[in-house]
């Protein structure tokens, strides 16, 4: 990952009009970022779903009434424990390319059992939070609040689920196979790595704005509206 940065922030910095590096873009062979074509995709993905994500959180900010009181939200340890659910998939996602890495394939596949049902996990955990909210009377409808962290939730969950799906992909290919066969997925776990990494960081963002900071942030937006 931060290879990655590096050589983008490199690209970024580089002067085509000078004789030397001219001299050296002679001899490139014409690939701008050593990266694969599943690296790439993932990419495309965190422009487009960062564009979602935040038009969502904006729409929230901008929306919230004046009157509207914001200090009864429900705040239960659930989304706590589901935060940590998804820090701990992140943690094992890491392990995983570590062991592709040091070609360690039995922690590679008891590592990506680990990450599947810790994600599962994660989203039964939002569901069964999504249930403690409508019975306590809150729904959709209920306010500002409460419609865009359904959305959010929603959206981030489809993610996820978009996410197991191409994660069981490649685990059906990695369960059964040769060392050798499992080395050539490389590229697909760690893409997958990268993905779930943005899905923890979106999450967290969400999980401080509209949680943690909720009251902070509003009248923070209050003042400047005003």
């Given at each position: 990952?931060?290879?990655?940065?590096?050589?983008?922030?490199?690209?970024?910095?580089?002067?085509?009009?000078?004789?030397?590096?001219?001299?050296?873009?002679?001899?490139?062979?014409?690939k701008t970022f050593d990266i694969s074509n599943q690296t790439s995709a993932v990419i495309v993905i965190f422009g487009v779903s960062t564009v979602l994500f935040s038009l969502v959180v904006t729409g929230y900010l901008y929306s919230v009434p004046v009157g509207q009181d914001t200090s009864y939200l429900?705040?239960?340890?659930?989304?706590?424990?589901?935060?940590?659910?998804?820090?701990?998939?992140?943690?094992?996602?890491?392990?995983?390319?570590?062991?592709?890495?040091?070609?360690?394939?039995?922690?590679?596949?008891?590592?990506?059992?680990?990450?599947?049902?810790?994600?599962?996990?994660?989203?039964?955990?939002?569901?069964?939070?999504?249930?403690?909210?409508?019975?306590?009377?809150?729904?959709?409808?209920?306010?500002?609040?409460?419609?865009?962290?359904?959305?959010?939730?929603?959206?981030?969950?489809?993610?996820?689920?978009?996410?197991?799906?191409?994660?069981?992909?490649?685990?059906?290919?990695?369960?059964?196979?040769?060392?050798?066969?499992?080395?050539?997925?490389?590229?697909?776990?760690?893409?997958?790595?990268?993905?779930?990494?943005?899905?923890?960081?979106?999450?967290?963002?969400?999980?401080?704005?509209?949680?943690?900071?909720?009251?902070?942030?509003?009248?923070?937006?209050?003042?400047?509206?005003?």
């Amino acid at each position: 990952m931060s290879k990655f940065f590096k050589n983008l922030f490199g690209a970024l910095s580089d002067k085509p009009w000078d004789k030397e590096q001219m001299a050296i873009d002679n001899y490139h062979q014409g690939k701008t970022f050593d990266i694969s074509n599943q690296t790439s995709a993932v990419i495309v993905i965190f422009g487009v779903s960062t564009v979602l994500f935040s038009l969502v959180v904006t729409g929230y900010l901008y929306s919230v009434p004046v009157g509207q009181d914001t200090s009864y939200l429900l705040k239960p340890n659930l989304l706590w424990l589901n935060t940590l659910v998804l820090l701990f998939v992140t943690y094992f996602f890491n392990k995983v390319t570590k062991s592709l890495k040091k070609n360690n394939t039995d922690n590679v596949k008891n590592n990506l059992i680990i990450v599947g049902f810790l994600s599962y996990v994660f989203l039964f955990g939002q569901l069964f939070f999504w249930l403690q909210l409508m019975k306590s009377g809150n729904y959709v409808s209920t306010n500002n609040y409460f419609s865009s962290f359904y959305i959010f939730t929603a959206l981030h969950g489809l993610h996820l689920l978009g996410g197991l799906f191409f994660w069981g992909i490649v685990f059906s290919k990695v369960r059964k196979a040769e060392q050798t066969q499992i080395i050539s997925q490389k590229k697909s776990i760690e893409a997958l790595s990268l993905y779930w990494t943005f899905l923890l960081i979106v999450w967290v963002m969400f999980f401080l704005i509209m949680y943690v900071f909720n009251d902070t942030v509003v009248a923070w937006c209050r003042a400047l509206l005003s």
